[in-house]
């Protein structure tokens, strides 16, 4: 039954016009996510909201300055009958559309892809689920026996233990796992590539949306086919709404499983990234072990909750603080900004290093109060994993600080006892 959907702020409308497909045959190319951050930031400069752009005295000034035709700003923000149409079209089928201007928009994309962060979400079912948490559970389509039966233990575990299940809605690992949460009474979020629509009617997808258990979610048009440029880049908004993700089976140096566990791993403050090893696992598998991702242990009880997962992945409780709250300019896309870190007086007093190696390595040595993950190491300071990894292997050739593995840690070489 088609859901109420509330009246769309000026603001949102406004994103949809530069930003959305509209209508199958359009005589002007919508605003990449790209050119509607210019037209964001422009706005924030300004002090002034998306629906300051219905004053055509702004549009001038907009076009100049963010280096966008104005003639195809005009067109995209004449299109109001044709908006009004696909709304009326979407709620009648129940989808609900998000704008990075909503309150209700996930504070999780901005903070963690920040200008990656979708202009446009659309929707249907649990609301609430938008906050996100839980594990992302992913894997390749064609994954054998084994790899279903892994993902979909771990998936019901995760149901027992109240742990949502973020996954992509793909065939093969996606599907199983999703199917498996709600099967257990838990709940899932799949984060569609296209046809959001389709996917939304089918039998599978009726009864978790009709008892709120099933969020489905996309960045694309609701109608929209496959494509892999849009596969992947829908990769990094399923890690982004978890806490923690799972590879269950990965082809080495191929498809969008491995690349988007990989481009997580090289994000700053990324996701923990946890892989199942076992004897039959693809070699994609091992590797991303051999990159820092953490084995997944065997499970004990059968039930997964969120203090197992942070201390099985040894790091702090994921932050609750929305910190995007202040973006009542527009909906706007922040810049990163760095992490300030107080450093112990006797450190800054010391006399200057001789090159930054040794001026990290004390900050690096006092950081290691016990043994630490490299990725959450670079996350507590405020640095890129791939730039600590290099400081971190001449540490340990130094003889300064020990590795240790399964799962792969780091200690002070004085602090290593049994382990």
Not at 170 to 186: F, I, K, L, N
Not at 295 to 310: H, I, K, N, V
Request: with cysteine; charged share 25%; net charge neutral.
């Amino acid at each position: 039954m088609p859901q109420t959907i509330e009246i769309m702020s000026e603001d949102a409308k406004v994103i949809l016009l530069l930003c959305g497909h509209l209508g199958k045959a359009s005589q002007v190319k919508p605003l990449a996510l790209g050119e509607y951050n210019r037209v964001a930031r422009w706005l924030r400069e300004k002090a002034l909201r998306p629906a300051h752009l219905l004053k055509p005295d702004n549009i001038a000034s907009l076009a100049q300055e963010a280096a966008i035709d104005e003639t195809r700003l005009r067109m995209l923000l004449e299109r109001g009958m044709l908006l009004g149409l696909a709304v009326e079209n979407w709620n009648q089928s129940g989808i609900w559309v998000i704008c990075r201007s909503d309150s209700e928009y996930p504070d999780r994309f901005k903070l963690h892809l920040v200008d990656q962060a979708p202009a446009i979400l659309f929707g249907i079912g649990n609301r609430s689920l938008l906050r996100g948490g839980g594990v992302a559970i992913v894997g390749s389509r064609d994954v054998d026996d084994a790899g279903k039966t892994f993902a979909r233990d771990v998936a019901a575990g995760c149901a027992r233990g109240g742990v949502p299940v973020v996954s992509g809605g793909a065939r093969g690992v996606d599907e199983t796992a999703m199917s498996a949460a709600q099967a257990e009474g838990g709940a899932a979020i799949g984060v569609l590539a296209n046809k959001l629509l389709q996917r939304s009617v089918t039998r599978e997808a009726r009864d978790g949306l009709a008892n709120g258990q099933l969020l489905l979610l996309s960045p694309y048009h609701p109608e929209a086919g496959f494509s892999t440029g849009s596969a992947m880049a829908r990769n990094k908004m399923i890690y982004a709404l978890a806490d923690y993700g799972l590879v269950v089976s990965a082809t080495y140096n191929r498809g969008g499983t491995w690349a988007g566990a990989v481009e997580e791993m090289r994000r700053d403050r990324a996701r923990p990234i946890f892989v199942r090893i076992e004897k039959t696992v693809p070699e994609g598998n091992r590797k991303l072990a051999e990159r820092g991702a953490i084995p997944f242990p065997e499970m004990e009880g059968g039930r997964l909750t969120s203090d197992w997962f942070r201390h099985v992945a040894d790091v702090d409780a994921p932050a609750q603080i929305p910190l995007f709250q202040d973006i009542a300019l527009a909906d706007i896309v922040k810049e990163p900004q760095p992490t300030l870190h107080k450093l112990p007086h006797p450190l800054m007093q010391s006399p200057a290093p001789a090159s930054i190696y040794e001026a990290v390595v004390p900050v690096i040595l006092n950081a290691l109060d016990e043994p630490t993950p490299a990725a959450e190491l670079a996350m507590h300071l405020g640095v890129s994993k791939r730039q600590l990894d290099s400081w971190l292997k001449r540490a340990v050739d130094d003889g300064a600080i020990r590795r240790l593995t399964r799962p792969a840690r780091y200690v002070r070489k004085d602090d290593c006892n049994d382990e």
